[in-house]
């Protein structure tokens, strides 16, 4: 009897965040991070006079180019991230994007719920916190992973409901594919490497795309949307709507980076830490939820392909500067990534030029 309870209270537990949020007055437990790793928000600095750079992009493609490439690089150097404005990617595109996201996950559950799976390697997926198979505690998100490069291979396995989200999704994801490979120019130059090293490195290249939905949380100081992690993969585009919860680590404290009209947020990940020997450093940052509002973020991570093998480039090592991390595939990387869960101590560790590895 107590079995059979037990079962069916298991088969009737939603997968999914959302609609659930909305009828609990307390964080389950299994939401609840420890003591010692819990949001803490009196001693997150706020970003009014102090944040992240804010990089205009109009000069980028102009007789101001090297200043701008300047720019870029200090910030990649001093922070690991950067806000860009002027950027060139249409408001009207970005806005649509930003509708048909707050429209799926508007839709009924059971509608959601068609492109559910909890398989991290599966190319368009829905699913709830980080990666449910292994984890420990949830998170405060649902989200709505996609990979989008090239879109052609992927885009009819999108959502069809609502009925524009592949037209307008696939619309963004050409435009930020575009922005995407003209900071990947910009940081080469920036590291006095040849301007298409770091394209050239990516072999086929890859993109992926997230929505992220954090519903309105009753108990945020208790968990996160995402708890401390660095990005594994190149570069990372993020556009905020206007609720805050991006935060940022700056010289060991927790920096929140407000969202700011017309802007993206721009991120180091862990491949370019690679391919910079270090010098460029994939920076731990996290989102928190709040009680008040419900908030989408949707990154562009763009990636090397899977066959792509990364190392430090070549010009970057000498007898000063030896090579940091041994040269890996980027499939060997990414499982890494996904199977143990996001941490503090970031996967790169696992890369270390004479760290032991095996292959397969
Ligand atoms: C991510 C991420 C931050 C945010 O999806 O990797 O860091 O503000 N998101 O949602
Ligand atoms: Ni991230």
């Not at 205009?56 to 490439?69: A, F, K, M, Y």
Request: hydrophobic residues 35%; glycine residues 6%; proline residues 8%.
């Amino acid at each position: 009897m107590a079995a059979a309870t037990t079962n069916a209270i298991a088969a009737a537990k939603p997968k999914l965040l959302t609609d659930l949020a909305a009828s609990l007055s307390h964080v389950p437990s299994n939401f609840i991070r420890p003591d010692s790793d819990r949001p803490n928000f009196q001693d997150v600095e706020s970003s009014d006079g102090y944040s992240i750079p804010l990089i205009d992009l109009r000069d980028l493609d102009g007789p101001n180019r090297s200043l701008t490439i300047r720019k870029i690089g200090d910030a990649c150097l001093n922070y690991g991230f950067f806000q860009v404005m002027n950027h060139g990617v249409p408001a009207e595109v970005v806005e649509k994007m930003v509708s048909v996201s707050r429209e799926f996950f508007r839709l009924p559950e059971s509608e959601r719920m068609k492109n559910y799976s909890d398989d991290p390697t599966k190319t368009t997926r829905l699913s709830t916190s980080f990666n449910v198979k292994t984890e420990k505690v949830s998170n405060w998100r649902d989200f709505l992973r996609l990979h989008c490069y090239p879109l052609e291979d992927y885009i009819n396995e999108w959502p069809t409901n609502p009925s524009y989200f592949r037209e307008d999704a696939g619309g963004y994801c050409r435009k930020m594919g575009e922005l995407s490979l003209r900071l990947l120019e910009a940081i080469s130059e920036s590291l006095g490497i040849e301007k298409d090293y770091i394209n050239k490195a990516l072999g086929q290249h890859g993109q992926h795309m997230a929505l992220n939905y954090y519903p309105p949380c009753p108990e945020p100081e208790l968990t996160y949307g995402l708890p401390s992690h660095a990005d594994p993969n190149v570069i990372t585009l993020l556009l905020q709507d206007d609720v805050p919860g991006l935060q940022v680590l700056k010289d060991g404290k927790w920096l929140a980076v407000n969202p700011i009209p017309n802007t993206f947020t721009v991120n180091i990940g862990d491949q370019i830490q690679v391919i910079s020997n270090g010098r460029y450093k994939s920076v731990l940052h996290r989102a928190v939820v709040n009680s008040e509002k419900e908030r989408m973020s949707i990154p562009t991570f763009y990636c090397p392909s899977q066959d792509a093998v990364i190392g430090p480039a070549p010009d970057l090592i000498d007898p000063h500067h030896p090579a940091l991390y041994r040269n890996f595939t980027y499939s060997e990387y990414y499982l890494k990534f996904w199977n143990r869960g996001l941490s503090k101590e970031t996967c790169l560790d696992l890369f270390k030029a004479d760290s032991p590895h095996h292959h397969g």
